[in-house]
């Protein structure tokens, strides 16, 4: 018996003794480049832990907590590859490690919308052949407390494994891999049908008197609800910080689109997420770029019909006031019919598109579609002026559709609108002979075909506040 007992406290003390590491740090990783990179996991406390790559050697002491972080030296040259090792007490060996771009996608259902599931599936699952592109999924799971580790691997991109990868990250990583030429690793953190709420910490959230409607409804519902406020960021965001990385995509907004007032409300959640991430993070500013929800639902010809989702684009929309944030719109690629629009290669690559033109400096790329800047009131026309709008005009040579004027009644009626010499838009309207404001795509599902020369779509738009 008394050997027994040994035996046991034996094990017991061998296993607490073994070094440990986060699933994220597994074979097939992506390590950014050109930025230190944290390496973390578990000993006992006061165990002395290496780690080594690429002729790197860094050594730390764990906590009493077991805790132990070292940070490699940046690494630009994005050919370097090879074995990540790991000795304390015992010895881990991470196989085939690369060094190159790599993302955070997180979201709900549309991205976490696999390739498989995607248009033309069965040609893209026959061309994936990228070995340089990782993704790592995490596991869902929702909880009441932050979390220090989740379940996931990566897979390395293949005809065999790409059916499993979420698309919107998968055309994304694509687009930059064969832009760049450099490997591209994606961290897929994402949970179909939850909300912004649950996406962002507590701390931040709890005492919020904007959010109080939010917390309201679960009061008394001490449950691990994966809608629940901070209940994602619990579970599948704090075990993966802070693993270094360029940036994050995120497509998400459909949950919180359900009424006027909550797509309003989402114009103060988003940024208090982003700014949440990025403190966590302790890389400053990284970049943060999103997908405008696209049109849906059964076209409504009354401009003047309310519309919960043209408001959550607006919420998104004025959210790029934050510093080096983007938006890839796709007001054009939607499904009336379909909340989850099979054209997910658009998405990802007009967040490619963002990505390259305003970080990674590729002039060649246009960044966006037109964006609204200003407008003037002349008489009964109003002129307005865009950004990203170089060579604009209409989809497929078409009458310019999508604006309503409307005058201080605030009621809006269909315009006519053209395209100026000087590359500005004058719309005008018979029945509005004053008018005061005026509106683009204001609708769930609008009709729209104003776009730049590189065919992208003219973000949604509106100057009145009604």
């Known amino acids: 018996m008394q050997r027994l007992i040994f035996l046991l406290g034996f094990v017991a003390f061998a296993a607490r003794a073994d070094v440990k590491l986060p699933s994220v740090f597994s074979d097939h990783m992506v390590l950014q480049r050109g930025a230190v990179a944290p390496v973390w996991g578990w000993?006992?406390?006061?165990?002395?832990?290496?780690?080594?790559?690429?002729?790197?050697?860094?050594?730390?002491?764990?906590?009493?907590?077991?805790?132990?972080?070292?940070?490699?030296?940046?690494?630009?040259?994005?050919?370097?590859?090879?074995?990540?090792?790991?000795?304390?007490?015992?010895?881990?060996?991470?196989k085939d490690v690369l060094v190159g771009e790599v993302?955070?996608?997180?979201?709900?259902?549309?991205?976490?919308?696999?390739?498989?599931?995607?248009?033309?599936?069965?040609?893209?699952?026959a061309a994936a052949k990228f070995p340089a592109i990782r993704m790592f999924t995490t596991q869902r799971r929702a909880h009441l407390e932050p979390q220090t580790d989740c379940a996931g691997t990566w897979a390395v991109c293949s005809p065999e494994t790409v059916n499993g990868f979420s698309g919107t990250a998968y055309f994304f990583a694509r687009a930059l891999h064969q832009k760049l030429k450099v490997p591209v690793g994606i961290v897929h953190s994402s949970w179909g049908g939850t909300a912004v709420e649950a996406w962002t910490s507590l701390d931040v959230q709890a005492g919020d008197k904007k959010l109080a409607p939010v917390f309201a409804s679960w009061k008394g519902k001490p449950k691990a609800d994966r809608n629940k406020p901070a209940n994602l960021f619990n579970g599948m965001i704090a075990p993966i910080l802070p693993y270094g990385m360029r940036g994050?995509?995120?497509?998400?907004?459909?949950?919180?689109?359900?009424?006027?007032?909550t797509s309003k409300?989402?114009?103060?959640?988003?940024?208090?997420?982003?700014?949440?991430?990025?403190?966590?993070?302790?890389?400053?500013?990284?970049?943060?770029?999103?997908?405008?929800?696209?049109?849906?639902?059964?076209?409504?010809?009354?401009?003047?019909?309310?519309?919960?989702?043209?408001?959550?684009?607006?919420?998104?929309?004025?959210?790029?006031?934050?510093?080096?944030?983007?938006?890839?719109?796709?007001?054009?690629?939607?499904?009336?019919?379909?909340?989850?629009?099979?054209?997910?290669?658009?998405?990802?690559?007009?967040?490619?598109?963002?990505?390259?033109?305003?970080?990674y400096g590729k002039a060649d790329v246009a960044a966006t579609g037109p964006m609204y800047t200003s407008h003037a009131v002349n008489g009964s026309k109003v002129t307005i002026e865009f950004k990203h709008a170089v060579g604009l005009q209409t989809k497929e040579a078409r009458v310019v559709s999508g604006f309503a004027l409307a005058g201080a009644d605030k009621k809006f009626h269909w315009a006519t609108a053209t395209v100026n010499e000087n590359g500005a838009v004058e719309v005008f309207c018979d029945a509005v002979k004053k008018p005061v404001a005026v509106r683009y795509g204001w609708g769930d599902n609008p009709h729209v075909n104003l776009v730049n020369k590189a065919g992208l779509p003219t973000a949604p738009f509106r100057t009145d506040k009604w």
């Not at 955070?104 to 549309?110: H, P, T």
């Not at 994050?248 to 007032?261: H, L, P």
Request: hydrophobic share 40%; proline share 3%.
């Open 248 to 261: 994050a995509i995120w497509y998400q907004g459909e949950r919180n689109a359900r009424t006027v007032d």
């Open 43 to 94: 000993a006992d406390a006061g165990e002395k832990v290496t780690v080594q790559f690429a002729g790197q050697s860094k050594t730390a002491t764990a906590g009493k907590n077991g805790k132990w972080m070292v940070r490699l030296d940046a690494i630009n040259d994005a050919t370097v590859k090879g074995a990540l090792t790991v000795k304390g007490n015992n010895t881990l060996t991470i």
């Open 265 to 359: 409300l989402y114009a103060h959640q988003l940024p208090l997420m982003i700014n949440d991430w990025r403190r966590r993070w302790g890389q400053g500013d990284f970049p943060f770029l999103w997908v405008q929800l696209p049109n849906f639902k059964t076209r409504n010809d009354d401009p003047n019909a309310a519309s919960a989702w043209a408001h959550m684009r607006e919420s998104m929309a004025g959210t790029l006031s934050l510093p080096n944030t983007g938006m890839a719109t796709t007001i054009d690629i939607g499904e009336a019919k379909d909340i989850h629009p099979k054209n997910k290669q658009d998405a990802g690559a007009r967040l490619a598109n963002w990505a390259l033109a305003e970080f």
């Open 103 to 125: 993302w955070l996608a997180s979201g709900q259902s549309n991205m976490a919308m696999t390739v498989g599931r995607c248009r033309d599936a069965a040609q893209e699952k």
